[in-house]
């Protein structure tokens, strides 16, 4: 059994049911769930990554912790089809900061940020993961996980929860009450 497929196991195994997540010591107000689309077999000689050749050799999608009632949180990863068409749109939209190898694999459902990996130089044929926000250049994208595999297990560890965004220096990292302004009346 491949890692990425123990991965989408245990999201199924965990998740497949919705139920509520707790974040930081809060308990979600809407359930949670994980769904995997069938495998089809893909025509391709597009030469993939390997864990996300593995990850299409596994299933043709998934929605991972997604509140399927109001559509606001959760990571739709993409069919093989839809992330050809959406890596093409980055492309042509985003052409300053895309680079060769690029592949927009998911969005996260609720905003406009995408899931995005690459292959990296080297032995290992692993990959690294960035999310492209919007409004950022491409110097300021957080880069949550070293390859697809470790991505995957820490945002169900995190139940859904988006860590990298409470990393230091993220733009949308909250502040700390000491840096809050003080409101007197």
């Not at 509520?20 to 495998?39: D, F, M, N, Q, R």
């Not at 559509?71 to 939209?93: A, C, H, P, V, Y």
Request: one cysteine or more.
């Amino acid at each position: 059994m491949s890692e990425l497929s123990e991965i989408l196991g245990r999201a199924v195994r965990e998740w497949g049911i919705p139920r509520a997540a707790t974040h930081e010591g809060w308990t979600l107000p809407v359930k949670l769930s994980c769904t995997i689309e069938p495998y089809r077999i893909l025509d391709s000689r597009l030469r993939l990554p390997a864990q996300i050749d593995d990850f299409y050799s596994n299933c043709s999608g998934a929605l991972l912790m997604a509140d399927k009632e109001l559509g606001q949180w959760g990571l739709n990863l993409f069919s093989f089809d839809e992330m050809l068409i959406k890596t093409n749109r980055f492309f042509s939209e985003r052409n300053r900061d895309s680079h060769q190898g690029d592949l927009i694999v998911g969005r996260f459902l609720g905003d406009s940020d995408l899931l995005l990996t690459r292959e990296r130089e080297g032995p290992n044929n692993s990959n690294s993961v960035l999310i492209v926000e919007p409004l950022l250049p491409r110097k300021d994208w957080p880069s949550p996980a070293a390859d697809f595999a470790s991505f995957l297990n820490r945002y169900l560890d995190e139940q859904g929860r988006k860590y990298w965004e409470r990393s230091a220096g993220h733009p949308k990292a909250p502040q700390k009450r000491s840096e809050a302004p003080d409101i007197h009346f």
